[in-house]
């Protein structure tokens, strides 16, 4: 789609095309199905109702909180995989994946049996006065989970394309590990890192399984939009359509904005 | 559960598909005179349908009876956008009624009613003995959310009570709810009697107060036109629900009759 308009398809076996295009609309169609269902006249009162509003400013919030916590955790496991080599090293890139393959829901067991109040860390919390059963803070451990995969995977991808010469070149002109990480590492891998944010947000965004698990459903506190809209589904139809609409809108918006930023021809 | 559930979601309507391919093409189909009868029934009745089922099946050779169990609403939404349901059993009259208004099943009959009641986990941690004490500021309380049927009957007995409940959790669905309680994650919720018995040692039951006002009734009903065969099938199915041997075994998970409902 954003390829420059002179080289589109060049050196393309025509065949491709087929495929690819019952690819695209196999993707866009539910789409399009879904916006022919909307109920126009009614959609601004459907999304600006309290619980919609309640609903996306606590997704954008708990979203934006793990990314953060995914940036944070993510940056340094991604160099990890990306650079060093011990044994165990194979076993622990599988591990990190996991939550990529696990059904959400059972991935919100695995944090209650180690979150919750009766979980492996849950009495530790509860002595230090952490209560995260039913808080917002469930909402963020259950979003981190699984988009932190996303994250590590993207950027250990664009680490090991860099490759490590620069690195190693900026060291031997004097530069310490961390300088060398700022100034040369990091912004090599810029493109990787943005995509994998994108992802990670993206993923937080749509989060549902491991959070009406884990975290509960309480408006305001704990009610993604995910969860308002498959609990509208019950009494409103029409809502659930406007909301996962809005819900459509927002997560591309998230991609168009950090797109536009980066150059054309980097790999998402 | 619901992982499961939807398995079974789809297994019904490709097993159907598949029969009814095999009755288009094949000419041999007769002589094996495999039925398969789709039975979409609210998740509440899994045990007891299950039972039912297999003694629907003993009694019919060749008849095979695919059970689809969700949450009503989700089931009604399913068969409204054309899903091949024989027979719906739904926890809750609104949402049949919504079926019969789009002239989608036969006319429902009551088969069975199921109370609330208050689910604690083992050893009653925050020490719960009536539904008072689920007011406590210090009792984390999970409840269906209002929006589902045992939410509404939750609010219903909330407001008979004239208590004010302000639950941490407002769940999707009963089962939701319960698995809080069994985690330990509440300290109480609000579920249907047939959930604490299903749910054995894992969780505790206390009795509501009083008479049962927050009932919910359970109809039954056979889905759409399939013929004479299959709509003779699906009635047959139902009326074994309806049989003292359909309501036997519903007692047996903790149902009570349609006649104790007003």
Redesign the interface.
Known sequence: MTAPAGDAGAGLPRWAFVPAAVGGLFVVLPLVAMATRVDWSGYWSLVTSASARAALALSLQTSAASTAVCLVLGIPMALVLARCRFPGIDLLRSLVMVPLVL?P?VGGVAL??TF???GLLGETLEVAGLQV??STTAVVLAQTFVALPFLVMTLEGALRTAGSRYDVVAASLGARPTTVLRRVTLPLVGPGLVSGTVLSFARALGEFGAT??F?????GV??TLP?EI??????D?DAAVALSLLLVVVAVLVIAVTRQGRPARSPL | M??RSRGRLLAGPLAVTVAVLAGCSGTDARDGDDTTLTVFAAASLQGAFERLADRFEDEHEGVTVELSLA?S??LA?QIQQGAPADVFASADTPTMARLVADGLVGTPADFATNTLQIAVPPGNPAGVETLDDLAAPDV?L?LC?P??PCGAASTKVADAAGLDLA??????SVT?VL??VV???ADAGLVYVTDVAAAGDDVEGIDLPGPPDAVNTYPIATVGDDGDARADLAQRFVDLVLSDEGQETLAGFGFAAPDASP
Request: hydrophobic share 35%; net charge negative.
């Open positions: 059904p829901v209650l049996y919750g109040r009766r059963a039913f009406i698990t975290a509960g459903s309480l408006e704990t009610r969860l498959y609990l509208q589904r019950e009494t139809p | 619901r992982v949450g609403s989700d939404a984390a999970v959310a929006q589902v639950p941490v959790s407002e769940e999707q939701d698995g809080k985690a330990g994650e």
